[in-house]
């Protein structure tokens, strides 16, 4: 059991592990405002074998080091979450388009024979009906029968009131499977694997959404990014790993300028970040801490 710390004491500890600080009560400030334990997820790759219980620094590193890559983690969650909201609502747009044109606009979406679910206990018509049951929203409410079927709910106010994880397994099972690549197509994106890519920007969504750390995190939920979409984004990016973030950038990015809908971001974060390896690398090149680059 570890004892608590006042936040003092916090400062005192990462000095002790040969952390320099040269403003105490910059550093304590900071650690007022931010969870200690949220910043040792960073803190982690500048020390000597957190893995090992080796907590020590590497000789040299400063508190303001770490600071600077927390900070940068933080504003990229904020770009990101923008282009991340972009793509959410040209989804949701495109997924109720393509239904009530292909399927129609009533009923059929809310049925259990709509979709390809591999898992009886996994409905996605329940995961649909569950989000809108729950909504408080008057044209969603408006539409709730005596039996809440919403069997006269038509489908562009209905993916209004899904979570993008319920929206991104429509994508995915819809029409028997068969309605993902028509989404892509309306979008003007790739068809193959694209229900797999919304369900990496759902994985990046939720991760910015709850301020999760992005630097130097492999991504679990990474979707196949088209090899032409790569190649573009590292003309400008530079090499980067399949599951990095970057990847998922890149395959936002082609999703929100073919769907009209803004400009890459890519182009921002190379002009901002690039030239600070530290930082750049963990967004490229994310590395577990038993390999990390500061051992390099």
Excluded at 62 to 73: G, L, P, Q, S, T
Excluded at 133 to 161: N, T
Excluded at 222 to 233: D, E, H, L, M
Aim: aromatic share 10%.
């Amino acid at each position: 059991m570890k004892p608590k710390l006042n936040w003092a004491e916090q400062a005192s500890l990462m000095s002790s592990r040969g952390l320099v600080i040269e403003d105490a009560d910059a550093c304590i400030s900071f650690l007022t405002t931010h969870n200690y334990y949220r910043f040792s997820g960073y803190a982690r790759y500048f020390q000597q074998s957190p893995q090992d219980g080796d907590d020590r620094f590497c000789e040299g590193i400063n508190f303001d080091d770490i600071r600077k890559v927390y900070e940068a983690d933080a504003t990229i969650r904020e770009i990101l979450a923008c282009q991340l909201a972009r793509a959410e609502i040209l989804l949701r747009t495109h997924t109720a388009y393509v239904i009530a044109h292909e399927y129609g606009p009533y009923g059929e979406y809310l049925e259990t024979a709509f979709y390809s679910d591999v898992d009886a206990d996994e409905s996605t018509a329940e995961f649909c009906l569950h989000d809108i049951r729950r909504s408080k929203e008057r044209y969603i409410l408006h539409y709730k029968g005596e039996d809440s079927s919403f069997a006269d709910l038509p489908i562009w106010s209905a993916v209004e009131a899904l979570s993008f994880g319920t929206l991104s397994k429509c994508i995915e099972r819809g029409a028997l499977g068969e309605l993902h690549p028509k989404i892509a197509t309306s979008l003007g994106v790739a068809k193959a694997g694209f229900a797999y890519r919304v369900r990496s920007l759902v994985y990046l969504r939720n991760r910015c959404a709850h301020h999760s750390r992005l630097w130097n995190h492999s991504v679990l939920d990474a979707g196949p990014t088209p090899n032409n979409v790569r190649v573009k984004a590292k003309r400008k990016a530079g090499q980067f790993q399949p599951r990095s973030v970057m990847d998922v950038v890149a395959s936002l990015d082609d999703i929100v300028v073919k769907g009209k809908a803004g400009e890459a971001v890519l182009p921002q974060l190379v002009e901002r970040y690039r030239s600070d390896k530290i930082i750049w690398d963990g967004f490229v090149d994310p590395r577990p801490t038993a390999d990390h680059f500061l051992k390099v």
